[in-house]
């Protein structure tokens, strides 16, 4: 019976459905299944090109395009197909192994490739390798792309902004001058940096056998250098080859892959949570849509639900990679199967991620500076040049510079009238007094415009 989403338990596969799609080739039990067979037949066929391996005959033209099509071809019939054995063997990986011996039949080619289906494999060679796959391509095919969009909107925004000066507030309060392109040059610059130290995670796999010493390999070929020849087989799919591990691989590497998203996913809830705010000072409008309603009750308004959607989706990845990142390296002795039941939720993770990527975007697609309330802002706020003044002083040897501008406006209503007076009383040279009587709230942003076309 097909499943309506409003039926669905776990709101990605319900309400947030249509912003999942992209995922669910790679991280679903379809998906799982997709990713053992073709490390099954993959490494089927890499034994029949060792000529070491000389009862596993070279594959002929017919049948290098028989495992080719397997692979290939793989279509939700195939995974229901593998269920179905599973249903009887009660293994899945096995199931696996039963199925590609049925795809390629009984014929005499067929037959002597059945009992090196699997050759030497514990489950967890097939399954260390499918989850790493699924994790590779999510993150080079899916995520990083979504994640360039975003930087992409973020570098327009800097250089849109790049002279729109704004208050800044450090403990909440006014502070020296800055932009709003600096400001998102400043997001953008450490965006950048946790997806680059994401992308650079490196994605190991192990095929060493049941306890990660290549005891049954050795066995049957003595005289094969197993390790050469299975590390080859992991490189062959891209991966890292990990040469040291017990039956599982131990993990190490997703925890790192998971923390560097927990880095980025941190640096993009901050912003929301910025931008959110200043949403609410006014310093950013939102762009209405006609049909859209803000409250059920108080029609005037425009909430800020893209950025509080997306802060909320992080935090529930965020607790998911950590989860990952605290637990999965952690397994008794050679081996126990609590990874199992977690390493099946690494979609849940990634789509609450995407979802609030998609979020993210939206709201900026939404966004529009208010330079006349953000000025307003800063022309009101003449107190800010005081930390201008007291440097000068210093420069020219007054003594108390900082103090006593301390007196003159902490806590105090500071006009232009008020900062010009006490400007002019000082024992200055007169061009650092005319530079400073020029000076503006607005004009005081230092490198701030320039520094806006940095990131990248």
Known sequence: MKLSSLRAISPVDGRYSDKVNSLRDVFSEYGLIRYRVMVEVRWLQWLADQPQITELPALTPVMKDVLNGIVDKFCTEDAEHVKRIEATTNHDVKAVEYFIRDRLG??????????????GCTSEDI???????????????????????????????????????????????TASPTTVGKEFANVLARLSR???????????GKFNGAVGNYNAHTVAYPDVDWPALCEGFVASLGLDPNPLTTQIEPHDWTAEYAHALVRYNTVLLDF????????????????????????STMPHKVNPIDFENAEGNLGLSTALLNHFAVKL?????????????????FGI????????????????????????????DIDASWEVLGEAVQTVMR???????YEKLKELTRGQAVTQE?????????????????????LTPASYTGLAESLSSQAR
């Not at 966004?367 to 000025?375: E, H, V, Y």
């Not at 008020?418 to 020029?438: G, K, S």
């Open 106 to 119: 009984d014929g005499k080619d067929a037959a002597a490739l059945h009992d090196f289906i699997h050759f």
């Open 127 to 173: 399954n260390n390798l499918a989850y790493a796959l699924m994790l590779r391509q999510a993150r080079d095919e899916i995520v990083a792309p979504m994640m360039k969009r975003l930087h992409v909107t973020l570098r327009a925004l800097a250089s849109a902004n790049a002279g729109v000066a704004m208050l800044s507030r450090t403990h909440g309060q």
């Open 194 to 204: 946790a997806r680059e130290q994401w992308s650079a995670v490196e994605i190991r």
């Open 272 to 295: 929301c949570r910025d931008t959110w705010s200043y949403i609410s000072l006014g310093y950013f409008k939102q762009r209405v849509a006609g049909n859209e309603v803000g409250s």
């Open 329 to 345: 390296p952690v397994s008794r002795w050679q081996r126990d199967l609590t990874d199992s039941t977690v390493q099946r939720n």
């Open 349 to 376: 993770a990634v789509a609450w991620l995407t979802i609030a990527l998609q979020s993210v975007e939206k709201g900026l697609g939404k966004l529009q500076t208010d330079p006349q309330r953000i000025g307003a």
């Open 395 to 401: 420069r020219y040897g007054i003594e108390n510079p």
């Open 418 to 438: 008020i900062l010009a007076a006490f400007v002019r009383e000082l024992d200055i040279p007169e061009e650092a007094r005319q530079q400073l009587l020029a």
